[in-house]
């Protein structure tokens, strides 16, 4: 059974930092690219980050470029976003995003306040 479960979220200061992971089971973790997504409130969700199977790639949104970093971990089966100089507009809630074909597998969310 295939399980993507993220922690780390929370309520946290403009120009603060949080470390969001997104721990995988029930598939080969190797084998498959990730991602990160949020969806604020009335808001599509976004493709914040993703990284390639052995994470020798990454790409990131505009808007996070040079403050979130994704990477991970293929012997623990984690993917992990830290995300720095946090400003309002990154509240959302943050999905961790298995990219399986034909259709991606999502986590649950971890929601991200950033407020004064």
């Known amino acids: 059974q295939v399980q993507l479960v993220e922690s780390g979220g929370g309520l946290v200061q403009p120009g603060g930092s949080l470390r969001l992971s997104c721990a995988a089971s029930?598939?080969?973790?190797?084998?498959?690219?990730m991602s990160w997504y949020r969806q604020a409130p009335g808001k599509e969700r976004e493709l914040v980050a993703a990284?390639?199977?052995?994470?020798?790639?990454?790409n990131y949104a505009t808007s996070v470029k040079g403050r979130f970093t994704i990477s991970r971990d293929n012997v623990k089966n984690t993917v992990y976003l830290q995300m720095n100089s946090l400003k309002p507009e990154d509240t959302a809630v943050y999905y961790c995003?298995?990219?399986?074909?034909?259709?991606?597998?999502w986590g649950q969310g971890t929601q991200v306040t950033v407020s004064s």
């Open positions: 995003c298995a990219n399986f074909v034909p259709e991606n597998y």
């Open positions: 029930g598939f080969i973790f190797s084998n498959y690219g």
């Open positions: 990284i390639t199977r052995a994470g020798g790639t990454t």
